[in-house]
């Protein structure tokens, strides 16, 4: 079966469940419901990687030290697009390469998504322009500042308008499991949920 290529963004200073988080309801996703359906990739409906400026270890919040699968050279085509945040992402928002890639990938992908502060580098690329978003809380009121077009949502966990944006940290599993029941429908997500024991009640997508 065709599988959906997800490129998860890795950068110095990235929040680690920002990118974990997706990172295991996406590779953990099955259309063949049970157990033994996660021994092989056979009913996977993703391909998950990681992908970051080069090829050298990421050291994320707390000191963890991640290697990427690519760099932004080697990495291949991108369907589904997933910019974590951390501190690290101030940084970013002047780095020209990075933001390049970004405009440059987002714009080939057929989703694009964004957790906690991923989205200030949305917004920094002119993404999110006149759309509703939101990001970490601590952070709305930059986001906004970024890009006054931006209808910033100060109250929903996960939010569509075109591009996917998540508040923080614990967000972005919220949003993986919206993209996964959008793509899949609503009985994988959830039976993709209840694998990983992780209570969805809250993961629906504010529209």
Not at 59 to 74: I, K, Q
Not at 167 to 181: L, P, Q, R, Y
Request: aromatic fraction near 6%; include cysteine.
């Amino acid at each position: 079966m065709d599988k959906r290529a997800v490129g998860i963004l890795l950068f110095n200073g990235v929040e680690v469940l920002d990118f974990a988080g997706p990172f295991e309801v996406f590779s953990r996703t099955r259309l063949v419901p049970g157990a033994d359906s996660r021994r092989s990739d056979e009913s996977a409906p993703f391909r998950v990687f990681t992908v970051a400026a080069s090829a050298d270890p990421v050291r994320a919040t707390g000191g963890l030290r991640v290697l990427p699968d690519f760099d932004f050279a080697t990495a291949p085509a991108i369907d589904l697009l997933v910019l974590p945040g951390g501190f690290g992402t101030r940084t970013l928002l002047e780095d020209s390469t990075t933001l390049d890639w970004i405009r440059r990938t987002a714009q080939a992908a057929q989703q694009v998504t964004s957790v906690c502060t991923g989205s200030l580098l949305l917004a920094r690329v002119g993404l999110l322009a006149g759309r509703r978003a939101t990001t970490h809380s601590n952070a709305l009121d930059l986001l906004g500042g970024l890009d006054p077009s931006i209808r910033v949502d100060r109250e929903a966990r996960v939010v569509e308008d075109g591009i996917i944006t998540s508040g923080g940290v614990a967000a972005g599993i919220d949003m993986a499991f919206a993209v996964v029941e959008k793509l899949c429908g609503r009985a994988v997500a959830d039976e993709t949920a209840k694998y990983i024991e992780y209570p969805r009640e809250r993961a629906r997508a504010s529209r």
